[in-house]
């Protein structure tokens, strides 16, 4: 059974949106669902935009360094973006802690 039998094998219809292990769970059972029928199941939720969060900033990666991110995040149902976002956050850390 593939990704998507996964995500779907967690909700029957009309019990509920299921929870997914992983954005790309996620974006397979939305892109295979609608919103609509699911709609009286969501909840209301608040949450803050920061402003700098759409800032992008340009910086050289070596093409191999660049193709084995890409791999991990695509295995961990990640953006490539968010992957290294978080890995040079932990390594920020690792490094200040070490100070």
């Given amino acids: 059974m593939g990704k998507k039998g996964k995500a779907m094998r967690n909700t029957r219809k009309g019990k509920g949106i299921p929870r997914f292990r992983s954005y790309g769970e996620a974006a397979d059972f939305w892109a295979a669902h609608s919103l609509a029928d699911y709609w009286e199941k969501t909840k209301p939720a608040r949450f803050e935009v920061a402003r700098h969060a759409g ?8 093409r191999e360094l660049l193709n084995r991110a890409q791999r991990i995040a695509h295995r961990r149902g990640l953006s490539t973006e968010s992957l290294v976002n978080l890995l040079l956050e932990q390594r920020l850390a690792d490094v200040e802690a070490a100070k």
């Avoid at 800032?55 to 070596?62: A, E, G, I």
Wanted: glycine share 0%; charged share 40%.
């Fill in 55 to 62: 800032r992008r900033y340009l910086v050289p990666v070596d």
